[in-house]
């Protein structure tokens, strides 16, 4: 009984180690599968080494998200900034305990005031033989990785923008240029840089003004006069600056004429005589408001405009207290901003919403400098405003339309797959991009058979909950990162398949229907099956010059049509129908 007792421990002791081969061998996943699988995902991915701290791959999301390049062909942070913060965070962190819903404050590495706030969670991996950390930022708001300044040729964004004589200039929070408008890229053409008034390391709260001068294309000189707006998302994070700059040259030289003018009258009561002719002649041909008044607010001159800006009820001001013309609270307002011009000499710049006499309400531009009279050594306040009405409707206009873009998402809410207007974009790049290469291009359009009496007698929760799995479906089957997976409608989905022959789509209809049956999704409404099926149309074109891309489409839609029409959970072609039944 002994002699066999040595050979039977040597059996068993190779098989444990065999056994233990094979189940570390089951734990461990190839690199390039985990590059496959997080290079599909929209959020911000990445597979850091949990030995050395090393990128081992990271997906579009994150290098988007954070300044990291390649070097020597190893991914490597760009600002130390970044590369410190998640050194520390993992530092701590014992593999292979999974963590959640940290939330870490990263900061642009040529920006340190601007912060990018995520929930930074991990999860530990084997990869290749190595252990590993499955990094995943999931942002507190959208703002933290989309990109509102994007071309995306949006007609409302390019239609106001390009419309406007001003130039208008959008930087992200790291000063770095982002959008512009055709006006902008004339005047600033070969030298934007000098079009930057500000940059990402200057602090301010919401809006401030610059003028400078410069020179036009022609090489004149010409006055800027350059407005900043910060743009703040929902949690009221900076994310970005508007600029918008417009020529005030000649209104400028309309000031310094109008300064003269009272600096003579100071020297010698007759010259200020004769120059009031002169400045009469400016005060009514001007279309902006111009006044004067003095310490004790009674008008020293003033042209209609500004006597209808003032309030006042007639034109003729001169002589006139403002106290019998003016509404109360409006005197006590200019009263208020006229300390400093008075008591300091200071000049003040304001806007101002008036109510016109007509009950209208017009924005004005308003620049208040301290004169003295030199009859009587009395201290007044000469008044220049502007009409910037359309300026600030212009500026509304953006902001609304800004907000429109931020609004508009490219996923889909429920299925978290592309929505219908990113499929419409994806579709016109690759139509153009395959004209170009003459590369065949497909599409599979994907409806659920009978889901109205899915949702009817399941309920709309267990059928959004069916259309997530059939989403998720999808994207189990499609692997390849040009291809694009759609909700192309409530239960029809596109898939975009790129350098595709007709057979090769096929293929991929019937590796999509075969996945969907291993998922045995109960459907005990449908005529067709016990279990959730597909309709599938299936459409192949090599795309010339000329072409609609809505022929693929149209195309795809009768091959659907043709599945549905021979009984459903079928695949349709342009030369086959196959039966899955």
């Not at 642009?108 to 990869?127: E, I």
């Not at 509404?327 to 008591?343: S, W």
Request: hydrophobic content about 40%; charged content about 25%.
């Amino acid at each position: 009984m002994t002699d066999w007792m040595p050979m039977a421990a040597v059996t068993l002791f190779v098989g444990f180690l065999l056994g233990t081969f094979w189940a570390s061998r089951r734990r461990v996943v190839s690199k390039k599968t985990w590059q496959a699988y997080l290079s599909n995902l929209y959020s911000p991915k990445a597979m850091i080494g949990m030995e050395d701290g090393r990128i081992l791959f990271a997906n579009r999301g994150f290098v988007r998200l954070f300044n990291v390049e390649t070097v020597n062909g190893q991914l490597e942070f760009k600002g130390t900034k970044d590369k410190s913060t998640f050194d520390t965070l993992l530092r701590y962190r014992r593999w292979p305990l999974p963590f959640i819903d940290v939330t870490a404050d990263f900061r642009a590495a040529s920006n340190r005031n601007a912060p990018r706030y995520a929930r930074f969670s991990g999860l530990p991996v084997w990869c290749s033989g190595q252990r590993a950390w499955i990094i995943s930022l999931e942002p507190e708001s959208e703002s933290v990785y989309s990109e509102p300044f994007a071309n995306n040729d949006n007609h409302i964004f390019r239609s106001v923008i390009n419309s406007l004589a001003e130039l208008v200039c959008f930087q992200d929070r790291d000063g770095r240029i982002v959008g512009t408008n055709n006006a902008f890229d004339r005047f600033w053409k070969g030298r934007e840089e000098e079009g930057l008034f500000f940059n990402a390391q200057d602090n301010f709260d919401s809006r401030r003004t610059q003028q400078s001068w410069t020179t036009t294309p022609a090489g004149d000189s010409c006055l800027l006069e350059t407005s900043q707006t910060v743009l703040r998302d929902n949690d009221n994070r900076i994310y970005g600056t508007l600029s918008i700059s417009h020529d005030v040259t000649n209104w400028h030289m309309m000031q310094e004429v109008l300064e003269q003018e009272i600096e003579a009258r100071q020297e010698v009561e007759q010259r200020l005589k004769q120059h009031s002719n002169v400045l009469t002649s400016i005060f009514e041909a001007s279309v902006d408001p111009i006044g004067i008044y003095n310490s004790s607010y009674v008008f020293l001159g003033g042209n209609a405009a500004f006597a209808e800006a003032m309030g006042a009820p007639h034109d003729n001001l001169e002589g006139q207290q403002a106290a019998d013309l003016m509404d109360p609270d409006v005197l006590a307002d200019h009263q208020r901003v006229d300390i400093p011009v008075l008591k300091d000499g200071k000049t003040i710049k304001y806007e101002d919403l008036v109510m016109k006499r007509d009950g209208s309400q017009v924005w004005y531009e308003l620049t208040k400098t301290q004169f003295r009279d030199p009859t009587d050594d009395t201290l007044g306040v000469l008044v220049i405003a502007r009409d910037v009405t359309a300026r600030k409707a212009t500026q509304q206009e953006l902001a609304d339309a800004i907000m429109e873009l931020e609004e508009l998402s490219f996923v889909d809410g429920l299925t978290k797959v592309a929505n219908r207007r990113s499929f419409d974009e994806q579709l016109v790049k690759m139509w153009h991009s395959h004209i170009r290469e003459q590369e065949p291009l497909s599409l599979i359009l994907c409806d659920i058979d009978f889901f109205k009496p899915y949702n009817d007698n399941y309920g709309h929760q267990q059928g959004d909950k069916a259309l997530r799995m059939v989403a998720e479906v999808f994207l189990d089957v499609i692997r390849r990162p040009l291809d694009a997976v759609a909700r192309y409608g409530g239960e029809e989905f596109a898939i975009l398949l790129p350098n595709t022959s007709e057979e090769g789509a096929v293929y991929v209809a019937e590796k999509i229907s075969e996945a969907l049956a291993r998922a045995n999704i109960e459907h005990e409404f449908s005529s067709v099956s016990t279990r959730l099926s597909l309709s599938q149309g299936v459409a192949t074109i090599l795309p010339v010059q000329g072409q609609d891309y809505g022929d693929l489409v149209l195309a795809a839609d009768k091959a659907l049509y043709r599945a549905k029409r021979a009984g459903r959970n079928r695949i349709a072609s342009t030369n086959l129908v196959v039966d899955l039944v």
